[in-house]
């Protein structure tokens, strides 16, 4: 069973980075995962934020530019680095994986293209 567990959320204010980590574990699968972050405000429905397999990255348009999605292979973790954040970045962020290649299109942004999840990491951004 895959696990997945985020860390590295925290307060900022406006123009603020932070990074977070996503650490797995339990992945049976012998091929490469499609791993994405989520993230959900209240109120809202959950939202990709960027996906990605081998060199292959994806971002909503929210977040090109300031956000950039990384995975150390080796030690099976994702990060997330976010620079230049914003008000409305204020969210739960959730790692999720799937095994084989992102889906096409923008359906690496369905919450329903993921088998895994992690419990989520709060980040708040304050003006």
């Known amino acids: 069973q895959v696990q997945l567990v985020e860390s590295g959320g925290g307060s900022v204010q406006v123009g603020g980075s932070l990074r977070l980590t996503c650490a797995g574990s339990g992945y049976t699968y012998s091929g490469a995962y499609c791993m994405g972050w989520f993230r959900q405000a209240p109120g809202k429905e959950r939202e990709g934020v960027a996906a990605i397999y081998g060199i292959s990255t994806y971002y909503a348009d929210s977040v090109k530019g300031r956000f950039t999605i990384s995975q150390d292979n080796a030690k099976k973790i994702l990060y997330l680095q976010m620079d230049s954040l914003k008000p409305e970045d204020t969210a739960m962020y959730y790692c999720?994986?799937?095994?084989?290649?992102?889906?096409?299109?923008?359906?690496?942004?369905?919450?329903?293209?993921?088998?895994?999840w992690g419990q989520g990491t709060q980040v708040t951004v304050s003006s």
């Open positions: 999720a994986a799937n095994r084989g290649f992102c889906p096409f299109g923008g359906n690496w942004a369905r919450s329903t293209s993921y088998s895994y």
